[in-house]
């Protein structure tokens, strides 16, 4: 009666222990995926934020076109006659700083922020486009968050299979008993962690 029961928990040892390698599987297997879209976010925050900066610096030229040409009327070099000419230049100059102002803008938190009429750089001639790089942030930001919880999830149930390798090789059935138990409470952990972190990440 007691080989029975005894291979009875051996059974259960081996059923769970597939349940549960399998759960680690697909844990990794999101984990995976989910860092590697968190690579990209960090990625594409980066080149959001050099777009941003290459968009300051050509904002300061045309700041620095502006406060030469106000420097040349206000201290009388303008030649009687170019009064005209150089005041149509630092309307352009004026316009161009506030269109890279607009554009950083947009590049900075992104096109679904902003009203349509806010809308000032483009992507292949398309507006309405820009991913943030606050977004990306924001996105990099949640992903490594799941990939906390995956790693959690990892760490438990490797620990869950390893209680169920032990509790197979032992010989006595309480000590078969207990560690079907621990591996079960593991496994259920990472498990709950592994939900947690998908539903973190396919939110993003």
């Not at 007691?2 to 928990?9: A, I, L, Q, R, Y």
């Not at 080149?47 to 201290?75: C, D, F, P, T």
């Not at 992104?110 to 996105?139: C, F, H, P």
Request: hydrophobic letters at 45%.
């Amino acid at each position: 009666m007691s080989e029975t029961k005894e291979g009875n928990t051996e059974l259960r040892l081996g059923l769970f222990i597939a349940i549960f390698a399998a759960a680690l599987a697909i844990s990794d297997l999101f984990a995976g995926k989910f860092g590697d879209d968190e690579i990209i976010s960090h990625n594409e925050q980066t080149k959001s934020y050099n777009w941003y900066m290459s968009k300051s610096i050509k904002q300061g030229m045309e700041e620095g076109h502006l406060n030469i040409l106000r420097s040349m009327v206000a201290g009388g070099m303008v030649e009687a006659g170019h009064e005209a000419a150089v005041d149509s230049l630092m309307d352009i100059a004026r316009a161009e700083i506030k269109r890279y102002g607009k554009e950083k803008k947009e590049i900075l938190v992104g096109s679904s922020k902003l009203d349509t009429t806010e809308w000032a750089q483009d992507i292949n001639g398309k507006m309405g486009l820009i991913v943030g790089a606050n977004e990306w942030a924001e996105e990099a930001e949640k992903l490594g968050a799941s990939g906390d919880k995956f790693d959690l999830a990892s760490l438990f149930l490797q620990l869950c299979l390893v209680m169920g390798a032990v509790g197979l090789v032992i010989s006595s059935d309480q000590l078969k008993h207990l560690f079907f138990w621990v591996m079960t409470v593991f496994g259920v952990i990472g498990v709950y962690f592994t939900v947690t972190a998908y539903l973190i990440a396919s939110a993003v």
